[in-house]
């Protein structure tokens, strides 16, 4: 063996070394890539994964929400009166209760035909007509067991 097959032969043992590992290296980035694109395909499949940071909120939804937090308020008014004056309240707090049933409805009302609007956030929604179907019981509720007291 001649001095320039000993000086090259390490060379080629090392140039073969680079281009196992190269191959390793781009099998590996293969094995990856195939990997990431089944993960996806998967993803788009699952109908449960729903973001909800995306979506905007339905613009009804936003109404509702408004309507529901105005109807507790005036909701809260007029109970507080009540209380206040030992259940002999004024004509200004029953109008509060009645303006507060009257926007509850509303809000369930806006609520729901805001599930009319395509691909939005549905969250206030809920939330609105939940909050307002619970007012609407509770005045029902107080307004039988008004009545009942009459007889």
């Known amino acids: 063996m001649s001095v320039i097959?000993?000086?090259?032969?390490?060379?080629?043992?090392?140039?073969?070394?680079?281009?196992?590992?190269?191959?390793?290296?781009?099998?590996?980035?293969?094995?990856?890539?195939?990997?990431?694109?089944?993960?996806?395909?998967?993803?788009?499949?699952?109908?449960?994964?729903?973001?909800?940071?995306?979506?905007?909120?339905?613009?009804?939804?936003?109404?509702?929400?408004?309507?529901?937090?105005?109807?507790?308020?005036?909701g809260g008014g007029g109970l507080w009166g009540a209380v206040r004056t030992q259940g002999q309240a004024t004509l200004t707090h029953g109008a509060m209760g009645l303006c507060s049933m009257l926007l509850s409805a509303a809000a369930v009302w806006y609520g729901g035909i805001s599930f009319l609007e395509d691909d939005k956030n549905y969250i206030l929604a809920r939330l609105g007509i939940v909050l307002g179907v619970l007012m609407l019981a509770g005045w029902a509720a107080v307004i039988v067991i008004g009545l009942g007291g009459l007889g």
């Open 5 to 74: 097959q000993k000086y090259l032969e390490p060379q080629r043992e090392r140039e073969r070394e680079i281009q196992r590992r190269k191959k390793e290296i781009m099998a590996s980035k293969a094995r990856k890539k195939k990997n990431r694109r089944e993960g996806k395909e998967t993803d788009l499949t699952r109908s449960s994964r729903v973001s909800y940071v995306r979506k905007p909120f339905a613009a009804r939804s936003k109404m509702s929400m408004v309507l529901t937090v105005a109807a507790l308020l005036l």
